[in-house]
């Protein structure tokens, strides 16, 4: 996706994208809704609660694993069992 422009990329690929652009270092406020493609509200609550690897795994529709690092939270999009 690096050098592609915004509005080039898939759905999900704008997804993967924003999520990452939420979790880069030093946010003042991050307010996270996660919904499905159908505008279903997966979770809504504290952080502890709703960064979690089943919620961002379901949300974003790929094995995803979250690893704290220093108090941030580092997405990993794991491979797809086959």
Request: proline share 5%; no cysteine; glycine share 6%.
């Amino acid at each position: 996706m690096a050098g592609r422009k915004f509005n080039t990329l898939s759905d999900g690929e704008k997804q993967k994208t924003l999520l990452a652009r939420a979790l880069m270092p030093e946010p003042e406020l991050l307010v996270l809704a996660l919904t499905l493609r159908n505008g279903r509200v997966i979770a809504k609550g504290k952080r502890e609660d709703v960064l979690t690897n089943a919620v961002i795994s379901e949300t974003f529709e790929v094995p995803v694993e979250l690893h704290d690092r220093a108090g941030r939270l580092w997405p990993m999009i794991m491979k797809m069992k086959s």
